[in-house]
Each structure stands twice: as C-alpha cells, then as structure tokens.
C-alpha cells in the first residue's frame, strides 16, 4: 500500500489562528443591506441579535484572526482531526486518483459543526449573555450547540425543523443530554410559528421558518441572543480550521490536492475546507473547487444572486446571495442540512468570480456512493456529505478515463448513524430522484422582485 492511511498532526500544530477570506477576495462581498432603508448595515443594527464581539469578526478584513485560549481548549477534545485517505473507495471505483478526506465526523456531536458552537458560546459567554437560542435542520447543528453550550455554562432553545424533528428523534435526545430544549418548527411559541400553522398547518417546516423563530425569541428574551450555524462570515472563518489543518497533514506527506470537494447546504463545511485553499488559488496556485448540493434544493447551480432575506418572517437584513426565495419550502429531503434557501454571501460571491465551481446531485446517486463509503471505508456518512463524496467519486472516474493520477481532497462533514432512516429508506427502495422543477425556480424569482439587486 503506498502512503500512509491516516495522517495525524500533533496537538501542538493545531492552528491557533482562523483565516478570513474577506482579507484577499478579488471582489469584496457586497453589503448586507437594512430593509427598511437599502443602506448598508451598521453593526448596531445587529446588536440586538449577536453580540458585539461576534458581530465585529463579522465585519473584521483583517486576514488572521487569534482563536482564544478557551476556545482551543474545547477544540482539543477532538482535534486535530485526522486525514485519511480512502485507499479501499479508490479501489472499489478502480481510478488511480488519490482520494483524501477530511474526518469532521469525530467530533462528540459528530459533524464541523462544534467548529463553531464551541466558538461561538464562548464570545457570548465572554459578552455576558445567558441564554441563546438557535434553529436546527438535521440536528446536527441543534446537537453541536447544545454541547457547546453545555461546555460554557450557557442554556438553549433550539427551533427543529419539522421533518426532520419527526425524522430524527435521536438528535432531540442528545440536544436533552447536554441540557438544551428542543421544539419542533413551525411551533406555537412565537408569532412566527403560529402564523404559519394558520396558514400552512401540515407544512414539513423550512430552516427559513425556523430562524424566524429562535431571532423572534431572542429579540424578546432578556439576556438572550441568537446563534446562527452556517452562512454567515463568522461562521465561515471558524470553519477554516479545517483547511488549514489539511494543508498541515498534506504537506507532512509533500502533496498538494487538484480538487477540493465539500457539500454545501449554508456553505459553512464547504468554505472551512476550501477557503484557505481558495486562498491559495487567488495566488496563482492550480487547485480545481467542487461545491456539490442536492438537486431538490439547487440554490448554487439555478438560484439568482440576489439581495434576499435569510429567513422567512423576513426580520433579517438583506444579504447579497444565491437564493431561491425567503419563502421557499424545500421538499423534505433526507440530507436536512443542506435544505436551505440561501447560500452564504462569500461562497456566493466565490461563484460570481469563478472561484468555485458548483454542482448538484440526485438523491439517489448519493445514497448509492454513501453505501459504497460504507462498505469500503467503514464510516457511515452523513447524507449531507454523501454528496460531496458523489463528486469526489465523480472526479475519480474522470481521473480513470484520463488515466491521471489525480489528488482529491474533500470535506467528511459528519457521520450518519442519527440519520439512518433515510439509508432504511433508500435500502427499501422507498426514495426516488427529484429536481426542483423551473416553474419553482420562475416562482422564487418573481418571490424576489422588489428587493434591491446586488
Ligand atoms: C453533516 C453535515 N454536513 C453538511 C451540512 C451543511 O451545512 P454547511 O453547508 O453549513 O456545512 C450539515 C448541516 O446541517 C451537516 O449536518
């Protein structure tokens, strides 16, 4: 066998800064607007919603941001993860391509997501807030939150959006263990909420609707804010801990990847990879970038780019993103992180200038290389990142027909053993493929008519 199949880094190389992207983008990102006036936002507007010290890394160009103390604390309960290489899916697909990947799934919630929570608890703890409240798709944010929270001292709420609170039950009973509350979305405890049970009472939810929620609540509560798990740029920078650990573990093995592969539902995994790759490229460096999301919710590859709001009651600002309209209800897919609306407005913009090439895939397509990752190399994978990993295996067979020996890197951006209901599904050959139909792709643009252009 040639090269190792995990490569380790020492706890004391883990990266003790985060890398933001804004500090090098050929074009900046453009301005989160305020609603109510088209101007851009100040960082007051936000003050009721995030607190101050999170809402100034929001805004921050500067390109190194030091990760505290505390928060590297935390970060050692799991990483640096390891980079394995997949030596038996590369066999299985017979391509001479080297596939390399990035295990997030050994987290204690089990997914990137913790990258963030751990991080973003403790700013809210340092600024003195108690309480915070957030939304979940899959549960995998819920879950990384509550134990975040758990960790700082800090209580939760979190709003689960409905098709997957039935679908996952399992997630709702970690989010318990480490001491958070969780609600299915649409719920009776906010305007938000009920409004929508008026109208729609059967609807499967919407992380739209569920942010709705948790901002409605902590705008109310005392000593209370909100927590966001994707999308935003603070989220994104925490998540470059990823990228820059891989860049670490490929250089202790001389290699440098030709493809950086990553799923992207809000964009957070995706960009935590790639960016300081992204980094790289906007330098001169040849590094091909793969943002792969579900063809049922294609907000990368169909949606406009567009000023739109990042939730459904419409009480965020306006962001400059691909999106597929604030109102728009996904169908319910079982990948139920990567079911929202909007894409993050870095990766968006990533898109525009060409960095990044973005791809969809069908549902069946993923859960058959899913069950091929999991006869192979073991580890079930979340449906999410099955579809990162049906791009990588798209860019191997490529490498098998040109006969190169290519390096795909990609992101494992959690496992899959709360989300075993939609392998059942697929197994019993209940699932089919659907791609959302142009008519919805018509009726989000006219959704977004109105609304200033970016
Ligand atoms: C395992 C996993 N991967 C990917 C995603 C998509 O989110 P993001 O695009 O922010 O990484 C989620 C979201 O819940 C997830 O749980």
Redesign the pocket.
């Known amino acids: 066998m040639d090269g190792p199949t995990k490569i380790f880094l020492d706890e004391k190389d883990m990266p003790r800064q985060w890398y933001n992207i804004q500090a090098d983008m050929p074009t900046p990102m453009k301005p989160p607007l305020n609603p109510g006036t088209g101007q851009p936002i100040s960082p007051d507007d936000l003050a009721p919603v995030f607190p101050m010290n999170l809402i100034e890394q929001e805004v921050s160009q500067e390109r190194w941001i030091d990760i505290p103390e505390p928060v590297l604390e935390k970060l050692l309960l799991w990483r640096p993860s390891p980079l394995y290489r997949a030596k038996a899916f590369e066999e299985a697909l017979g391509t001479p391509a080297k596939i390399y990947y990035k295990n997030?799934g050994v987290s204690p919630p089990?997914?990137?997501?913790p990258n963030t929570a751990v991080a973003q608890a403790y700013y809210n703890k340092a600024f003195g807030i108690e309480r915070l409240t957030t939304e979940?798709?899959?549960g995998?944010?819920g879950s990384a939150l509550a134990f975040a929270c758990k960790l700082f001292g800090l209580k939760l709420k979190v709003y689960m959006v409905r098709i997957s609170f039935d679908q996952k039950p399992f997630r709702k009973f970690m989010m318990e263990t480490w001491g958070a509350e969780c609600v299915p979305s649409p719920s009776p405890n906010t305007n938000a909420g009920r409004s929508i049970l008026e109208k729609l009472p059967d609807t499967p939810g919407s992380l739209g609707i569920a942010i709705s929620e948790a901002i409605e609540d902590a705008v109310t509560s005392k000593n209370c804010r909100y927590s966001l798990?994707?999308?935003l740029n603070h989220?994104l920078l925490h998540?470059t801990i990823i990228g820059l650990e891989a860049q670490k573990q490929l250089a202790l093995i001389d290699t440098y990847p030709d493809v950086v592969v990553?799923?992207?539902?809000?964009?957070?995994?995706?960009a935590?990879l790639s960016f300081p790759y992204i980094r790289d490229k906007i330098h001169g460096k040849e590094v091909h970038v793969v943002a792969a999301e579900p063809a049922a919710c294609p907000t990368m590859t169909k949606a406009p780019f567009v000023y739109d709001f990042g939730d459904t009651a419409m009480t965020t600002p306006l962001l400059p993103m691909h999106s597929l309209g604030h109102d728009f209800v996904p169908p319910p897919l079982h990948a139920?992180?990567?079911r929202?609306h909007g894409m993050?407005p870095l990766v968006s913009q990533l898109i525009i200038d060409g960095l990044i090439e973005p791809r969809s895939y069908h549902q069946l397509e993923c859960y058959k290389y899913a069950v091929l990752w999991a006869g192979t190399e073991g580890f079930i994978p979340?449906p999410?990142?099955s579809h990162a990993i049906a791009a990588a295996a798209e860019e191997a067979l490529r490498a098998k027909e040109e006969g190169k020996e290519k390096v795909i890197l990609l992101n494992w951006?959690?496992h899959g053993l709360m989300d075993l209901t939609g392998y059942d599904a697929y197994l019993s050959g209940k699932l089919s493929d659907y791609a959302l139909p142009e008519e919805e792709i018509a009726r989000a643009e006219a959704a977004l008519e109105g609304l200033p252009k970016p």
């Open positions: 997030e089990g997914s990137h997501k979940t798709g899959a995998q944010w798990g994707s999308v989220v998540q990553g799923c992207a539902g809000g964009g957070s995994n995706f935590g139920g992180g990567l929202y993050a979340a999410e990142t951006s959690g």
